[in-house]
């Protein structure tokens, strides 16, 4: 507020300064507005009390009197933008602005002010406004086409990877046909990534990501992500650093997808970018609250005027022959994921030494992780019907070994551990199991020739054999079903696939919980029961086209040739609507 000395001051300052000069009295009321009249137009009765309010545009009227009214009564600042109509009938944006003017006692005397011409800053305001909001517009026009066209995009490379599959599973192809068919597999699926990234990152622009948080283990979900990367670092040569973490929680509530296509992303870029040393992946506590997600490496560095595009969409700096391994959107992927999980992708780097990627994200402890994977499309699992199967695991991770023995051994389940495929074998003839779990990659005796004695062995020949790994090699899951595995399950193992595969494998019926609310889709809650053999190979040949319409009408059809596949049918048309190709793949491999 003004003090009465600095009127005199005040005044001159808003003549020399400004186009239009006003005061009222301390109500409100017009007192001088030679300069407001000289502008507009108007006579002196027509600005008398709040008549100078008609020149203001009528959009802008309702509004500044508003505004006006509540400066009186409250004594604050006035300051608002509006359009005045001139002599000349023209509008043109001002800022409106006023101070009070005190008396000796502290009480308001008059109010003074100024309006300044903005017209032509407005207008271009305006114009970027508008620009901007058609880019926004057009930005979320092609996020949300793409969004919504990804089965259409991926429908025929899933045909084409498809049928690459079933030749590469060929008898009669030789070599050299056999690794023609392996280029196109490969270069199909070097494409299919392309696409998902673009399609991953339209789908967040367009706001149609939400994270999807469930209960898992995980030190096993660490240990699968650590062991695929690992394996692509030997693969180059170069150290792969995963220290243990025991303070860790065991389960944990998350995106397991999401957070292990970040981890993915940041690791794959690490040893991409590094052509000696090591690549270390740190989990560790930040704060009591957050866990902490640290890549180290040694690789080539990133310059510090570039920190800030590597987050931009297609944008790859450094060495260009590696920039044509990718789009240029992992990172930017990657960036907008963690944002969601509410925190961002820190980075530090030097060129020729090395860099550091790292986030910290509130994950929130799950202890009831076990019992929460335990529940199928009709509820609770607590039991098998007349039943104790015994299983033994194989795999020299113990996280990987703890999760299986952790979901099965509550249910009934016998579950005995081995550390390699040596040890393996001899548990095998200890305890004459139902069936076998084993990794591939082990010391001493590994997954391939542990099959291939199981399989030659007359007492244990026909045992079943489920193959867990995380070998990012297509043609070591079609190797271990060719030594003699029954089925192949990627790791980190997901709790629900392997109950499908027991359950399917070794024709268990689950004990449900008494009194737990049926979870199948749809209304009918009866067990799932798979479609005759013929009825499945047309429906996995159509998965594998990715001919997400047809599997729709395939479904229905099931639905009216007897009622008891009407939940299989549901389950399937539901995955379909979303188009979840590889659910889709993994639902019907479990009921072949």
């Not at 040569?237 to 065991?250: D, R, V």
């Not at 033994?392 to 999760?403: G, M, P």
């Not at 027991?502 to 268990?508: A, G, K, S, W």
């Not at 689950?510 to 499945?536: C, F, K, R």
């Amino acid at each position: 507020m003004l003090s009465n000395k600095a009127k005199k001051r005040y005044r001159s300052l808003i003549a020399a300064t400004s186009q239009i000069v006003w005061a009222t009295d301390a109500e409100g009321r017009g007192t001088d507005l030679q300069s407001w009249r000289a502008y507009t137009g108007q006579t002196e009765a027509e600005v008398l009390g709040l008549g100078w309010l008609g020149p203001i545009h009528p959009d802008d009227r309702e509004r500044t009197a508003q505004a006006w009214m509540e400066t009186v009564q409250t004594k604050i600042l006035f300051d608002i933008e509006y359009r005045i109509r001139g002599a000349d009938g023209n509008y043109r944006y001002f800022q409106g602005r006023g101070v009070p003017i005190l008396n000796q006692d502290g009480s308001i005397r008059e109010w003074i002010g100024t309006c300044n011409d903005i017209h032509d800053r407005k207008e271009t305001e305006i114009v970027q406004a508008k620009a901007r909001q058609a880019a926004e517009a057009a930005s979320r026009a092609k996020s949300e086409f793409l969004a919504n066209m990804s089965h259409e995009l991926r429908t025929p490379l899933n045909g084409i990877m498809g049928y690459a599959q079933i030749l590469q599973r060929s008898k009669v192809l030789n070599e050299e046909e056999r690794s023609r068919i392996d280029v196109i597999y490969q270069c199909g699926s070097h494409l299919l990534t392309l696409i998902n990234d673009i399609l991953d990152l339209s789908k967040i622009e367009a706001q149609k990501v939400e994270l999807q948080p469930t209960d898992f283990h995980f030190p096993a979900f660490l240990q699968g992500v650590a062991e695929m990367c690992r394996i692509r670092a030997e693969i180059k040569g170069i150290q792969f650093h995963f220290p243990s973490s025991p303070e860790l929680p065991i389960g944990i509530r998350a995106d397991e997808k999401r957070l292990r296509q970040v981890l993915i992303n940041l690791l794959s870029n690490a040893i991409k970018f590094t052509d000696e040393g090591t690549v270390t992946f740190i989990v560790s506590f930040a704060t009591e609250e957050k866990i902490r997600f640290e890549i180290r490496d040694t690789g080539t560095g990133i310059a510090q005027d570039q920190l800030e595009a590597i987050f931009q969409p297609f944008e790859q700096v450094g060495d260009r022959r590696r920039q044509t391994e990718g789009t240029g959107l992992g990172l930017a992927i990657s960036q907008r994921i963690v944002e969601l999980m509410g925190s961002t992708i820190q980075v530090k780097s030097e060129m020729n030494v090395g860099s550091i990627f790292w986030f910290d994200v509130h994950l929130s402890q799950a202890d009831e992780w076990v019992k929460t994977s335990q529940i199928d499309h009709r509820g609770q699992i607590i039991g098998i019907k007349d039943r104790q199967p015994k299983i033994v695991v194989i795999d020299d991770k113990w996280a990987n070994r703890s999760v299986v023995s952790n979901l099965l051994s509550p249910i009934g389940f016998e579950v005995f551990e081995a550390n390699d495929g040596q040890e393996g074998w001899e548990k095998v003839l200890e305890v004459e199991p139902d069936l076998i779990v084993t990794d591939l990659l082990m010391p001493e005796l590994d997954g391939f020739e542990l099959i291939k004695r199981v399989r030659e062995s007359e007492n244990f020949k026909d045992i079943i054999i489920i193959v867990s790994s995380a070998s990012v090699f297509e043609a070591d899951q079609y190797r271990s079903l060719e030594a003699g595995g029954n089925t192949f399950i990627p790791k980190p193992v997901q709790a629900t696939e392997l109950l499908q595969k027991l359950q399917q494998y070794l024709h268990l019926e689950w004990v449900y919980e008494a009194n737990e609310e049926p979870l199948a889709i749809g209304s009918d809650t009866n067990e799932l029961i798979a479609p005759p053999p013929t009825e499945m190979e047309i429906l996995y040949e159509l998965a594998m086209k990715g001919n997400f319409l047809e599997i729709v009408k395939q479904a229905v059809l099931l639905e009216e040739i007897d009622p008891k596949y009407i939940p299989f049918a549901k389950r399937l048309n539901q995955m379909a609507k979303d188009f979840q190709d590889e659910e889709i793949l993994t639902f019907i491999h479990s009921y072949k």
